[in-house]
């Protein structure tokens, strides 16, 4: 099972869609820093992008930009794009897509089945699946049989009194996600200690949400028929 990560693009969830569309960027920061994969993406993504300006400039003129920032739906800066195509900054993932527009689908399918890195602009680098696994699955019914995703903020929890299933659970996140994910124990007044993995991360979130259809809170306490699978 393949999903698109297109899908999680969903303007009509925040209202500040600026930062809804920066979440979802498809190219770590290019620096020096960047660990080999990384730098590597970068400097694909930012030859690519150099090409298309370079093409798009001759044959429809320096305001081709304009029509492709206004394409996104939301306000940006008149300048930008000059940060992604120097690869100063991650550039969104719809923005990548919308460059469809502009006669580059083949190009993109190309360039984009290669990526593996899915990041924010100032937060960590994270690595999200485009297909249902095995280790996913595992996650999936991990959170569905002992775990939830919280109503207030962005976080996948996961508490049981076994720290081998906790710890199977961190290694899998981690592993899937492709980040370092902790795990903790707890011992509340009364009670057996439990050991909990919780993680806090918009993308991961609505992986499980937007994609996989996980309902929000816990399970237990979603009867509604429509959040069942």
């Not at 320096?62 to 992604?84: N, P």
């Amino acid at each position: 099972m393949a999903f698109d990560l297109f899908e999680l693009h969903d303007s009509t969830e925040d209202s500040n869609n600026r930062r809804l569309l920066r979440v979802y960027s498809v190219l770590s920061k290019f620096n020096a820093k960047a660990i080999p994969a990384q730098a590597e993406q970068a400097a694909r993504i930012n030859l690519f992008l150099k090409s298309v300006n370079k093409k798009l400039n001759k044959n429809i003129g320096f305001y081709w930009k304009e029509m492709w920032i206004q394409s996104l739906g939301c306000s940006f800066a008149k300048g930008c794009y000059k940060d992604w195509f120097r690869g100063k900054t991650s550039i969104p993932l719809v923005a990548i897509n919308n460059l469809r527009l502009f006669g580059f689908q083949e190009d993109i399918e190309e360039l984009i089945a290669d990526c593996k890195f899915f990041c924010s602009t100032t937060g960590p680098v994270f690595n999200l699946p485009n297909e249902l696994n095995e280790d996913l699955a595992y996650l999936l019914g991990a959170i569905l049989g002992d775990g939830h995703i919280c109503k207030q903020g962005y976080a996948v929890r996961f508490k049981v009194i076994e720290k081998s299933l906790a710890e199977k659970f961190r290694q899998k996140m981690s592993k899937v996600f492709f980040h370092e994910i902790r795990m903790k124990e707890r011992t509340e007044s009364g009670r057996q200690t439990q050991f909990c993995v919780d993680y806090g991360d918009k993308p991961i979130v609505r992986v499980f949400t937007k994609i996989l259809k996980v309902p929000v809170g816990k399970i237990q306490h979603n009867s509604n028929p429509k959040n069942s699978f």
